[in-house]
């Protein structure tokens, strides 16, 4: 850990704009802000937040080393998180429990699920993946 490093949680952005603190996570590799993962999961809730996209690159160079992390959001009711994380980890996701919950939703979606349209884009990456 870097010895500047006093609060990890100074590392997290603040608000919806706050480029600063986004733009400083390329400074540090993943296994520094494994513990700050899920809190970095929230900015992509809403992908209309313009840090969102500064947020979700940095999660995705670094996917290998979170995945595990979506698996809550990813059983969670809120369709529109769920939406925008696998979306945004589509082509990346390889674990088998999110596979499944993704196969689950394509399959069997519920109301909740289809009004927000998951079940069509968890069609299109079972198909585009082959699961």
Known sequence: MRNELQNIFDLIPKEKGDYKRAKNLKNYNVAELKPIIPNLLEWIQD???PISG???EYLVDNFIEIENEIYPILI???HIWKWNVINIFKDL???EK???II???AKNP???EKSEELDLL???VVEKRKW
């Open 47 to 49: 992908m209309n937040w």
């Open 54 to 56: 500064i947020v979700a």
């Open 93 to 95: 996701i390889v674990d």
């Open 76 to 78: 969670t009711v809120d």
């Open 98 to 100: 999110n596979i499944e």
């Open 110 to 112: 519920t109301e909740m």
């Open 103 to 105: 196969k689950r939703i």
């Open 122 to 124: 968890c069609k299109e």
